[in-house]
């Protein structure tokens, strides 16, 4: 969760040293999030087999094959960087006037991707060496390294937005440059560590020989499984993206006020995906121990931790709204706009917690498709669909938080529906692995 927390927080500190810079500096922050979010969350997807190809090889105590992906991981996380982070150099203002951001703010947001762009390879490494570590149960070291970096990424962000210490005041733009320097940083000291783990040697992390050895095989094994889960959380993302594009149409007031919300959103999201990681590994330990059934368990005990903490976040959430978004620095009208939309927005976190929590178990139990299926007709048909109709009907701003949180309910219900689905099948095709047939 502390791992997670980070990441949110990273993103968090650009709203709040962004909104020193002014509401329309925020505004561009926030297009620019409309591309840079989908491009990180669909690579973010795409590396997910490396969390589950570790806690598999970790729960058969085959300690040599995590090595293996490790490397290849590894090797997968460069190769897309670069791709990404080209695509993002090359064609940042069509995709943004695609996604429907405004044309007059589409070139300040595309100037901002550009500088994003240079982070991916970096974040990517960096995802692939987490996702590693998190499937052999070392979070700890993930957790530390990037909390040690996050001060580093404020102060970057700090100084070159409003051009302190001696360095030119870029705006939006120096907050996502600051992002790339911290990347790098973070990249460089996370693979250090993975280099100097106690059981580095069993493990074979440092030797690109032998059983540890990368093949391209494993490579495209790596890339096929996340290739759903990566469409998948892409279109999820791009239904959040046409609701920030949504927002840009309705006034940068309104663009201001609901990056204000999803950043408040992430952070208690960022407590979920937790959870859900945690859900994804010991429900891969599971399989690769071959007893499944305790997966699905495993997955239910994730769920309801979820349902309990972000219900109780929800809470917090509902009682001070308008104080928690006063916290964030913006004219009198988009804190209460930003008030308005959260007391819409925080009764469906609940929802979003457990569903992440099941869309990790289910990939860990390989029914990755279904549950890419189940994301896009969640988010991408319903939350983004809902958002286009009710803005068009007039609704307003208020339209972006209900359209978000029918997407949430949504997709906890379909995942839910689809774990129990396949706890039943169990039930009814005991094997040797699930004693009595009882998951």
Do not use: K
């Amino acid at each position: 969760m502390l791992t997670s927390l980070n990441w949110t927080l990273l993103h968090v500190t650009d709203v709040v040293v962004v909104g020193l810079a002014g509401t329309e500096e925020v505004a561009a922050l926030g297009a620019s999030r409309s591309l840079t979010f989908v491009g990180i969350v669909v690579v973010l997807g795409w590396l997910s087999g490396v969390l589950v190809f570790a806690a598999r090889a970790d729960g058969a105590r085959d300690l040599p094959a995590t090595g293996r992906v490790l490397h290849e991981g590894l090797l997968a996380a460069l190769l897309l960087g670069l791709a990404s982070g080209g695509v993002l150099l090359a064609f940042a203002e069509p995709l943004l006037r695609l996604l429907g951001v405004s044309p007059d703010l589409a070139p300040a947001a595309a100037a901002v991707v550009r500088a994003m762009a240079f982070a991916y390879p970096f974040q990517l490494l960096t995802i692939a060496a987490s996702f590693f570590l998190e499937g052999i149960s070392r979070p700890r070291v993930v957790t530390a390294v990037n909390l040690g970096v996050l001060p580093i990424n404020a102060l970057l962000a700090w100084a070159l937005v409003g051009g302190h210490l001696g360095l030119p005041a870029l705006g939006a733009v120096g907050a996502a440059a600051a992002t790339a320097i911290a990347s790098a940083i973070g990249a460089i000291v996370l693979l250090a560590c993975v280099l100097r783990l106690p059981d580095g040697a069993v493990r074979h992390v440092g030797r690109w020989r032998g059983e540890a050895a990368p093949r391209w095989s494993g490579v495209r094994a790596l890339l096929g499984f996340g290739l759903v889960p990566a469409i998948a959380s892409g279109l999820e993302l791009v239904g959040f993206a046409v609701l920030i594009g949504l927002s840009t149409q309705l006034g940068a007031a309104t663009a201001h006020a609901f990056q204000i919300v999803f950043s408040i959103h992430n952070v208690t999201f960022a407590v979920a995906l937790g959870l859900g990681s945690a859900a994804g590994v010991r429900a891969g330990n599971g399989v690769g121990e071959g007893v499944p059934h305790r997966a699905i368990r495993r997955g239910v005990v994730a769920a309801l931790l979820a349902a309990a903490a972000t219900g109780l976040l929800a809470l917090v959430l509902l009682l001070s709204a308008g104080w928690i978004t006063g916290l964030f620095p913006a004219t009198g009208d988009v804190h209460l706009l930003a008030g308005a939309m959260l007391l819409r927005w925080a009764p469906f976190i609940l929802f979003d917690g457990v569903q992440v929590v099941l869309v990790y178990t289910l990939r860990a139990l390989g029914d990755q498709v279904m549950a890419g299926a189940n994301s896009i007709l969640a988010f991408f048909v319903v939350t983004g669909g809902a958002g286009w109709l009710l803005v068009a009907a007039g609704v307003g701003p208020l339209a972006l938080a209900w359209a978000s949180g029918l997407g949430m309910l949504v997709a906890a219900l379909l995942h839910g529906a689809r774990l129990a689905q396949l706890a039943r099948r169990m039930v009814e095709a005991p094997g040797p692995s699930r004693p009595g047939g009882v998951p």
